[in-house]
């Protein structure tokens, strides 16, 4: 236990809860749930283990120190005096990601290059040379993140943000954020024990992160690197370990994950995405239009996706989501029904009312994830029975 220390997990807004419920399965301790974060305690291993498999957290930053700050002076001098030889050397590369919420500092960009200036003038007094900065693909990368008075010096072990998964590399004009597909997903209850079907599939994101959850394959198995690789202390046989052990975790899928879209261009890129995430035997993708097609499966249905809201794509929007709400009604009993949209007049022309309303964030876009059950007869004759 001695080496356990904390870690700070950030999410998405609306994400909190489910991120904290995938920490807890995981195995973490202490876990403390913020706003668009969540804190726990682990071990190397265990911070290895959450950037592989969590797949509503964005980035896993370790905390190294934290003080006050009352000005630009304080975070010069309490970043020059950290110890930045543990980390990292005078020939390797850094980069500084900086959050503000504080009446002090108003510019991320400005913290950030007064942090720079801090570590850079600590090994030019210390060692006669200074590490370079590396904007890209950095030896370190190190978060300042400042809370009124408080800053919190933290290394990054993910690096890019952990959406990018690495199955994906064809998208299409309004694609959806990896993360934002799993925790629709896990909000919607999905837990493989039903068929699936995304009947506007796009790129196929979120069918990918269906079947990775129905098969508990991880998150990021796919990804090609993570910045904790790169660090002095990376212990290679180690990961290699966590990632065979979370491979034995993996389980068979009995149900069907199918997906279609009207647009050939994004049938064939579904294809690509669902191809490089090895799940092409759980996974079927075809052209048709949703507004022409009619459930095909027995049984109960879980249904999610994301339509679009008219912000990028020109539609008319009133007509298409009656038209939602038509096909819905006629086409697919027995479905329980989810998706979101930042339109909140076009959702007035579904005709359903949901059960459901969460207030998600897709980008800028402030949106609802919304759920509709379809039932076999009518509601009412449900209930009569």
Not at 167 to 183: C, D, S, V, W
Request: glycine share 6%; hydrophobic share 35%; aromatic share 10%.
């Amino acid at each position: 236990m001695g080496n356990n220390f904390k870690m700070v997990a950030k999410t998405m807004f609306g994400f909190e809860e489910i991120l904290e419920e995938e920490l807890k399965k995981l195995g973490a301790m202490n876990i403390e749930k913020g706003v668009r974060s969540v804190s726990f305690e682990g071990d190397t291993g265990f911070m290895y283990k959450a950037n592989l498999c969590l797949r509503t957290a964005i980035k896993i930053l370790k905390p190294i120190r934290t003080f006050k700050v009352r000005n630009e002076q304080d975070l010069y001098d309490q970043v020059y005096k950290m110890n930045w030889e543990e980390y990292i050397t005078h020939d390797n590369t850094f980069a500084i990601d900086a959050t503000v919420n504080s009446d002090i500092f108003n510019h991320t960009l400005y913290v950030a290059l007064k942090t720079k200036d801090a570590i850079a003038d600590k090994f030019r007094n210390t060692q006669g040379r200074r590490p370079n900065v590396d904007l890209k693909h950095p030896d370190l990368q190190i978060n300042v993140h400042i809370q009124r008075n408080i800053c919190t010096v933290s290394l990054d072990s993910s690096g890019a943000s952990l959406h990018h998964r690495g199955y994906r590399t064809m998208t299409n004009i309004a694609p959806i954020n990896e993360i934002l597909a799993a925790g629709m997903l896990l909000l919607s209850g999905w837990d493989g024990e039903t068929d699936f079907t995304d009947p506007m599939c796009g790129s196929g994101t979120i069918l990918v992160e269906a079947a990775m959850i129905a098969c508990n394959i991880p998150a990021n198995i796919n990804r090609r690197e993570f910045a904790f690789e790169k660090w002095r202390d990376y212990d290679e046989d180690f990961f290699d370990k966590i990632v065979e052990s979370s491979l034995k975790k993996t389980r068979e899928f009995h149900h069907k994950v199918y997906g279609f879209d009207k647009a050939p261009s994004a049938v064939r890129k579904a294809k690509d995405n669902v191809r490089n995430a090895n799940l092409s035997e759980y996974i079927s993708i075809e052209q048709n239009n949703f507004f022409d097609s009619e459930k095909t499966t027995e049984g109960k249905l879980h249904m999610l996706f994301n339509p679009p809201y008219g912000e990028r794509l020109p539609i008319e929007m009133e007509a298409f989501y009656k038209g939602i709400g038509d096909t819905l009604k006629q086409n697919y009993p027995n479905t329980e029904a989810w998706f979101i949209t930042a339109n909140m007049e076009a959702i007035k022309n579904v005709g359903l009312r949901p059960s459901r309303r969460i207030k998600l964030f897709n980008g800028k876009l402030e949106s609802k994830l919304l759920k509709y059950d379809i039932y076999e007869g009518s509601k009412k004759a449900k209930f009569n029975r």
